[in-house]
């Protein structure tokens, strides 16, 4: 049971920690810079709403990675283990290519 009990802690803290990091860049002023701490300055975007509403987004749907492995705990230990292992392996690629696609559409050209 002890397990199970940091498995959620661990699970549901990331999940909160990248929706609440979507919630933040929804509602930044500034662009959002993606986190390997490279600064986005305001003169390279097109329009700064826009371009932090999806980087919001993505951050929030890559919580569902964590989510999904937290209620997955509660009726199959493999499959959790697998769904938090694949947020690292799949997920995060993912993130990186989808965070890319989005600066790319809204750049200054």
């Known amino acids: 049971m002890a397990g199970k009990i940091i498995f959620w802690i661990v ?4 999940a909160a920690l990248f ?3 979507g919630v933040f860049a929804e509602k930044y002023e500034k662009p959002m810079w993606f986190w390997s701490g490279k600064e986005i300055k ?3 975007i097109t329009d700064i709403p826009a371009y932090n509403k999806a980087n919001g987004r993505m951050w929030k749907a890559y919580s569902l990675w964590y989510l ?4 997955a705990e509660g009726w199959n230990e493999i499959a959790a283990l697998v769904i938090m292992v694949s947020s ?4 995060f690629p993912i ?3 989808t965070y ?3 600066f790319d559409k809204y ?3």
Do not use: D, M, N, R
């Open 11 to 14: 699970s549901f803290g990331c």
């Open 19 to 21: 929706y609440s990091i």
């Open 42 to 44: 305001p003169s390279q």
């Open 68 to 71: 999904g492995a937290g209620i």
């Open 88 to 91: 690292f392996a799949i997920g």
């Open 95 to 97: 993130l990186v290519c």
């Open 100 to 102: 890319k696609k989005i």
């Open 107 to 109: 750049k200054v050209q």
